[in-house]
């Protein structure tokens, strides 16, 4: 079973959708999370971390439940510049802070 | 905010030839960097952790001897593939750690290496 796993999609929606999507994590003693996105052979950036009391930043809402070891990300009014991979991210357990990657949500936004 | 310059960006090389990828923080010290190897439609891999002045710690697979970590000093960590086959073609990808916050990771822009 891989570590953190998620839909591939793609997700195919029109411009001013509201798309969400779904992370599941194995390990219970992950201690952080996070959202990344990643555009074609580029860098991952961060978007945003995730907390448990949920957070909210502009378009973008994340939440976790530890209980369910299940993250999720909400896009509202989703614009053409949204379309990228979208990665679910968590931290190992230990102090080094090695990040474990899901392999990717594509998110396609069409005019 | 903090900048991670890796280079090179792009290397196309013979297959058994050996290849460098430096990852360089330029404004501030890293005691530790991850090295990522990223195949097609695939999440980024753990390859290994570099720390300044000790040896790396490798992923579970990932041949040390293969992938040649030097972590130097506060500022610059190399990767060599040696002997590059075909299948060693991917996206390799460094991030940084900051002294000063630990809990901050920063990415160089990757390295796309493709081996004939």
């Known amino acids: ?35 990344y996105r990643q555009d074609c052979r580029k860098e991952p950036k961060l978007l945003m971390s995730v907390y448990s009391s949920g957070n909210e930043d502009g378009r973008f809402t994340a939440q976790l439940n530890r209980a369910s070891q299940y993250i999720s990300l909400l896009i509202r009014d989703s614009k053409l510049s949204d379309s990228a991979t979208y990665l679910c991210v968590v931290t190992g357990m230990d102090s080094s802070y090695k990040l474990i990657f899901g392999s990717g949500t594509r998110l396609l936004v069409r005019p | 905010g903090a900048v991670v310059s890796q280079h090179p960006s792009r290397v196309i090389c013979k297959s058994g030839t050996s290849v460098k990828i430096e990852c360089r923080s330029l404004d501030f010290q ?51 593939v040696t002997s590059a086959h075909p299948e060693d073609s991917s996206f390799y990808i460094c991030s940084a750690r900051p ?16 081996v004939l």
Not at chain 2, 32 to 58: H, V
Not at chain 2, 99 to 114: C, E, N, R
């Open chain 1, 1 to 35: 079973r891989k570590e953190v796993e998620q839909d591939p999609g793609p997700f195919n929606v029109p411009e001013g959708a509201t798309v969400a999507f779904n992370c599941t994590y194995s390990n219970s003693a992950s201690q952080s999370f996070f959202w």
């Open chain 2, 30 to 80: 890293a005691t530790t960097m991850f090295w990522y190897r990223q195949f097609p439609k695939q999440s980024l891999m753990l390859m290994a952790t570099s720390n300044e002045g000790s040896k790396a710690t490798y992923e579970q697979g990932v041949e040390k001897d293969k992938f040649l970590i030097n972590h130097a000093s506060l500022t610059l960590s190399t990767l060599t």
């Open chain 2, 99 to 114: 002294l000063a916050m630990v809990a901050k990771l920063f990415f160089g822009s990757g390295t796309q290496l493709s």
